[in-house]
C-alpha cells in the first residue's frame, strides 16, 4: 500500500513540475482514478493488453542490448545503432499485432498483415521474426560504416597529397 501512495504522489509531483498550470490535487485525482479503472479490469485483461507492448518492445531491447555488448567492433557508431533498429521495428510491429487480444487479432486488416508476415518473415510463426531483420540492419549498418570511413580516409589522403 505504501508503495503504491508513494508512485501515486511521486507522478502528481512529477507532472505538477512539468506542467505548472494544472494544479497537483488534479494530477493526483486523475492518477488515483486512472490507477483505480486500470485495477478493476482484472489481471487476465491487463496482461492479455499489455501483452502486444511487450512484444514490440522485447525484439528492440534484446537488438539494443546486443549492439551495446559489440559496440567496440563498430566504435559505437549510431548508424548501426539506427539500421538495426530500424529493421528490426518492422517485425516487431507484427509480434505486436499478433500477440493483440481476439478483438483486435481477428480483424481482417490484421489478419492479412500476419498472414503476410508467416509467409515472408523466417521464424516469425516462432517468434524469432526479428533476428533475421536485425541482422540484415546489423549488416547494412556495418557496410554504411565502412563506406563512410572509406571514403572520409580516401578524401583525407587526397588532400595529403594536395
Not at 499478433?98 to 498483415?113: D, E, K, R
Request: with cysteine; proline share 6%; aromatic share 20%.
Amino acid at each position: 500500500m505504501t508503495s503504491a501512495m508513494g508512485l501515486v504522489i511521486a507522478f502528481a509531483q512529477d507532472f505538477h513540475r512539468r506542467f505548472p498550470r494544472i494544479s497537483y490535487k488534479s494530477f493526483l485525482r486523475f492518477n488515483c482514478l486512472l490507477s483505480f479503472t486500470i485495477a478493476n479490469l482484472g489481471l487476465n485483461q491487463i496482461i492479455a493488453w499489455s501483452t502486444p507492448v511487450l512484444m514490440f518492445l522485447y525484439p528492440l531491447a534484446i537488438t539494443l542490448i546486443i549492439l551495446g555488448i559489440t559496440s567496440p567492433f563498430f566504435n559505437n557508431d549510431p548508424l548501426v545503432y539506427r539500421f538495426t533498429t530500424g529493421f528490426t521495428l518492422i517485425p516487431a510491429f507484427f509480434d505486436m499485432l499478433n500477440a493483440f487480444p481476439a478483438p483486435i487479432h481477428n480483424w481482417s486488416l490484421t489478419q492479412g498483415l500476419l498472414a503476410f508476415a508467416q509467409h515472408y518473415f523466417p521464424f516469425f510463426d516462432d517468434g524469432f521474426g526479428w533476428l533475421s531483420f536485425g541482422i540484415i540492419g546489423l549488416l547494412f549498418g556495418l557496410a554504411s560504416q565502412f563506406f563512410i570511413q572509406y571514403k572520409t580516409d580516401d578524401s583525407s589522403q587526397e588532400e595529403v597529397e594536395k
